[in-house]
Nanobody, 127 residues
Framework: QVQLVESGGGLVQAGGSLRLSCAASGRTVSGYVMAWFRQAPGEEREFVAALSRNVRSTYYADSVKGRFTISRDNAKNTVYLQMNSLKPEDTAVYYC????????????????????WGQGTQVTVSS
């Protein structure tokens, strides 16, 4: 069973950048599809980005495509979300999630496909 801990959130001005980290323990991240979701107040949790087990497939929400990049460092057992050109509408709690699957190159975009979650990290973008 994998445990996930996010960090790197904070307050940033519009146009700025942040890098979120998701440190995993208990299992190696290479055994999971890894993803980032976010949830703004009063909103449902929404998909942001996902990375397949073999890192050959990535998928991004249209709202972040071209601005956010998901990546993985196997040596550190950590997944990252690099967020550039941040907008006020990116403000949310960001969650790291892991999906146990035998598939190497597919990703899922719905929260109910992910069985492991971190506690979340707040990202606030001021205008």
């Amino acid at each position: 069973q994998v445990q996930l801990v996010e960090s790197g959130g904070g307050l940033v001005q519009a146009g700025g950048s942040l890098r979120l980290s998701c440190a995993a323990s208990g299992r190696t991240v290479s055994g999971y599809v890894m993803a980032w979701f976010r949830q703004a107040p009063g909103e449902e949790r929404e998909f942001v980005a996902a990375l397949s087990r073999n890192v050959r497939s990535t998928y991004y929400a249209d709202s972040v495509k071209g601005r956010f990049t998901i990546s993985r460092d196997n040596a550190k057992n950590t997944v990252y979300l690099q967020m550039n050109s941040l907008k006020p509408e990116d403000t949310a709690v960001y969650y790291c999630a892991a999906q146990a699957t035998a598939a190497l190159s597919s990703v899922a975009t719905t929260p109910n496909r992910y069985g492991y979650w971190g506690q979340g990290t707040q990202v606030t973008v001021s205008s």
